[in-house]
């Protein structure tokens, strides 16, 4: 399970630089459907510059490394971030909890999905029902529909690794739970967090790049 901290040694800006603030807006209130429907516009250019962004970055070790642990491991890829990098690493098996800024959708059919790759979404851009396009993306207070996916996921590894999350963002963190007692759980990230895990985690404190490069080798010793 990978966070914002994969991504962020690729360039990419997390919803929490400059305070969580986008041009003096709160994320909170341009990620939300209340703020599509109050001003979808708005939200729109505010995707629209992040997906333009995407394209300007390159995958870092640490996606690259993920990828090669398919040579001697069936490997999925469980992300929060909505960004390409595991797939542009290499990753073939990737399950998007909060939807990809590669694709747009149907405003009133999530199920009603498109490549836009790196076009932009303007009003007037049409789904196939007639609807305004909007981002796959998995706004504040929408429900997560590759959750139960990712909990099956979760629940059949062998060795389940967290990599940049802090393990606050629910439901995403609440996957720990339903790893089975005797798997093994490594946790990559600066900062250790504070909430008891109810478990013991194998704390590999470091960014991204130098703590997957050093679990990679763990592994390969184990294996």
């Excluded at 606050?168 to 250790?192: C, S, T």
């Amino acid at each position: 399970m990978t966070g914002a901290g994969v991504s962020a040694e690729s360039g990419i800006r997390t919803f929490r630089d400059n305070g969580g603030l986008w041009e003096e807006h709160r994320v909170e209130d341009i990620a939300t459907p209340n703020a599509w429907h109050k001003d979808p516009e708005l939200v729109l250019r505010f995707y629209n510059e992040r997906r333009n962004q995407m394209y300007t970055v390159e995958p870092n070790d640490a996606h690259r490394l993920l990828a090669k642990l398919e040579d001697h491991f069936d490997v999925v890829i469980i992300t929060q971030n909505v960004d390409n990098l595991h797939e542009k690493g290499g990753s073939t098996k990737v399950v998007h909890l909060h939807g990809e800024l590669s694709k747009a959708r149907s405003s009133s059919d999530a199920d009603l999905i498109q490549q836009i790759d790196g076009q932009e979404i303007k009003m007037g851009d049409l789904a196939e029902d007639g609807t305004q396009l909007r981002p796959h993306i998995v706004w504040f207070g929408e429900m997560v529909p590759m959750m139960e996916e990712a909990i099956g996921i979760a629940s059949e590894a062998d060795i389940f690794i967290v990599v940049g999350t802090s393990l606050l963002v629910y439901p995403a963190a609440g996957l720990i739970n339903y790893v089975r007692p005797e798997v093994p759980i490594y946790l990559i990230d600066p900062v250790k967090p504070t909430l008891s895990l109810g478990r013991e985690i194998h704390y590999i404190g470091n960014n991204a790049t130098i703590g997957t490069k050093l679990l990679y080798d763990v592994l390969l010793s184990i294996k």
